[in-house]
C-alpha cells in the first residue's frame, strides 16, 4: 500500500499533461521552455507521434509569474544546488511514470529550459531515456563523466546566432555527448533562439526512427 501511495505522489509531483500510449507505441516525455506550459510541446509530440504516450509536467518554479523548472540568478547562470533538488525531483516524477508504462520505449523532447531539465536527468539517470531531442539547450557547466550516456540517442537543435544559447556552448555539449560515447547528431539553422520548422522535421525523423 505504501509502495503504491508513493507513486501515485510521485506521478503527482508536478501538475502535468498526460495522454496514454496505444499498445506497443512509445512514452515521451515533453518539457516546455521559460514561461510555457504542459501544453507547449505536447501537440507536436501528438503531431509527431500520433499514438505515443504523453506525459508533459508544467515546471513549478515561478519566475516573476514564467514557469520553469529549476532557478537561476542571472542569465545562463544556474542555481546549481537548486537544479540538483529539481533533477532528482523529476528523476523520481519520470519514473513513477516510466513504472506505468511497463515495456514502453521512452522518448524525452525539451524546448530552452525544458530542454535544459531534460539534460540534467540524462546526466544523472540516462537509464530514463532511449532517445533524447534537446532544442536549444544552455549547459554552462561541465557535468561529470556518464558512461551510461553511450546506450542513448540524442538530437541537438540550435541556432547558430541564438543569443540566450550561444553556439559554442552548443559545440561544447556535443563533445561531450560524444565523448560519453552517446549517438548525438545536432541540426543548425541560422536563426536564433526560436524553434523553426527544420527542427520539426528533423525531431520528427529522428523519434520516428
Known amino acids: 500500500m505504501n509502495a503504491q501511495l508513493d507513486l501515485e505522489s510521485n506521478t503527482n509531483a508536478y501538475r502535468h499533461f498526460a495522454k496514454p500510449a496505444a499498445p506497443g507505441a512509445p512514452l515521451v516525455f515533453a518539457f516546455h ?24 509536467p508544467r515546471g513549478d518554479v515561478s519566475e516573476y509569474g514564467a514557469a520553469r523548472f529549476f532557478r537561476r540568478t542571472g542569465e545562463g547562470v544556474y542555481d546549481m544546488p537548486d537544479l540538483a533538488a529539481r533533477t532528482q525531483k523529476m528523476i523520481g516524477f519520470i519514473r513513477a ?31 530514463l531515456f532511449d532517445s533524447a531531442v534537446l532544442m536549444h539547450p544552455l549547459i554552462p557547466f561541465e557535468p561529470a563523466p556518464q558512461p551510461g550516456l553511450a546506450k542513448v540517442e540524442v538530437l541537438l537543435t540550435a541556432g547558430r546566432r541564438d543569443p540566450i544559447c550561444p553556439a559554442p556552448l552548443t559545440e561544447r555539449l556535443e563533445s561531450w555527448l560524444a565523448s560519453q560515447g552517446t549517438t548525438v547528431e545536432t541540426l543548425w539553422h541560422e536563426g536564433g533562439h526560436e524553434m523553426r520548422e527544420a527542427e520539426i522535421v528533423a525531431a520528427t525523423r529522428f523519434l520516428s526512427a
Open 33 to 56: 521552455g521559460t514561461g510555457g506550459d504542459e501544453r507547449q510541446l505536447s501537440g507536436l509530440v501528438a503531431q509527431i507521434l500520433p499514438d505515443a504516450g504523453i506525459v508533459a
Open 97 to 127: 511514470h516510466r513504472a506505468a508504462n511497463p515495456g514502453s520505449k521512452v522518448y524525452g523532447i525539451g524546448y530552452s529550459n525544458g530542454a535544459n531539465i531534460l539534460a540534467s536527468v540524462l546526466f544523472a539517470a540516462p537509464e
